[in-house]
């Protein structure tokens, strides 16, 4: 700001102030000055200088441009080169965990071959196929450098044929669908009926697989030719070997599998329990309706 003195009602500049612009406003400007580096002043530089400058920006400019190229063209090379050598082609895969599925049906859904480079499998990809399966529920497959994968199952296990369409399927404890029965993965079950009204029965189901593999319900699996969740007797349980029937309401079902397990007990004691048509366990009694005696 320049620097002025006043003499009698005069102002008068001093000889050492610069005069400023004002913009139409009566608004002092000043002046922004820019610096430039000194090797980016080509119109300055002569000589040998300039030429260094000039060479150093164009290295630099070369440095950005194909470091970044050469890593890329490398790493592609590395792994054309690693994806085709011998050294990661597949020696071994190990299957664990399958019952349903034999070890070849689980490789082909996987997709991963015996001879292929190990580093070209996708591994969720494999997971994927072998989930899209109707028998797999879990899977996990680990690649293990160089040449080995290992695929571990947990299959959905059948305990029911049930019909769906016209066609037998399995189901699991829980009388879900699983797959259609086939000869080439046969199994007899017991066939499972839902009555109309019954679907709040079902959770029972898998209550009733649990209970005869523990020994809670005193009656073998191979036995048991149809299971039925009906609205009226619960779960109803048809022996074909013995045409008995056995019934068990839900609303107490420990309760009465143990008053049910108890009358089965005591009729095989008596030997009595050729003569019985059916038993039942509701509403904390136990009734048994024996078979009406043959007329002479």
Same mark, same amino acid.
């Given at each position: ?138 899977? %996990? !497959?680990?690649?293990? /450098?160089?040449?080995?994968?290992? +695929?571990? $199952?947990?299959? #959905?296990?059948?305990?029911?044929? =049930? ?62 030719? %149809? !299971?039925?969740?009906? /609205?009226?007797?619960?779960?109803? +349980?048809? $022996?074909?070997? #013995?045409?008995?029937?056995?019934? =068990? ?48």
């Amino acid at each position: 700001m320049p620097f002025t003195i006043k003499r009698h009602g005069h102002r008068s500049r001093n000889t050492y102030a610069k005069k400023t612009s004002s913009d139409k406003t009566g608004g002092k400007l000043s002046k922004i000055r820019l610096r430039v580096p000194s090797f980016l002043k080509f119109g300055k530089i002569k000589g040998f200088d300039g030429l260094k400058s000039i060479a150093a920006v164009a290295l630099l400019l070369l440095t950005v441009v194909l470091v970044p190229a050469s890593v890329c063209a490398v790493t592609l090379w590395l792994y054309n080169k690693a994806t085709t050598s011998e050294f990661f082609f597949t020696k071994h895969v190990d299957v664990a965990g399958n019952v349903r599925l034999s070890r070849d049906l689980v490789l082909q859904y996987s997709g991963i071959k015996v001879g292929d480079n190990s580093l070209a499998v996708s591994i969720s990809k494999a997971e994927q196929n072998l989930l899209r399966t109707p028998w797999v529920e879990e899977v %996990s !497959v680990k690649r293990l /450098l160089p040449d080995r994968f290992v +695929i571990r $199952l947990k299959e #959905r296990m059948p305990s029911f044929w =049930i019909h769906k369409d016209g066609v037998l399927h399995y189901a699991n404890e829980r009388g879900e669908f699983i797959a259609p029965v086939e000869s080439g993965n046969f199994l007899s079950l017991p066939t499972l009926t839902i009555e109309p009204g019954a679907e709040d029965a079902t959770p029972y189901l898998s209550r009733l697989v649990t209970d005869m593999h523990s020994g809670a319900l005193p009656v073998e699996a191979g036995a048991i030719a %149809s !299971v039925t969740a009906s /609205l009226g007797r619960g779960i109803e +349980i048809y $022996l074909a070997d #013995r045409e008995l029937r056995l019934s =068990i309401a839900v609303d107490d079902w420990d309760g009465n599998l143990a008053r049910l397990g108890v009358a089965l007990g005591d009729l095989a004691r008596r030997h009595e329990l050729k003569d019985v048509r059916e038993v039942r366990a509701v509403n904390g009694d136990v009734w048994v309706i024996v078979n009406k005696p043959a007329q002479g």
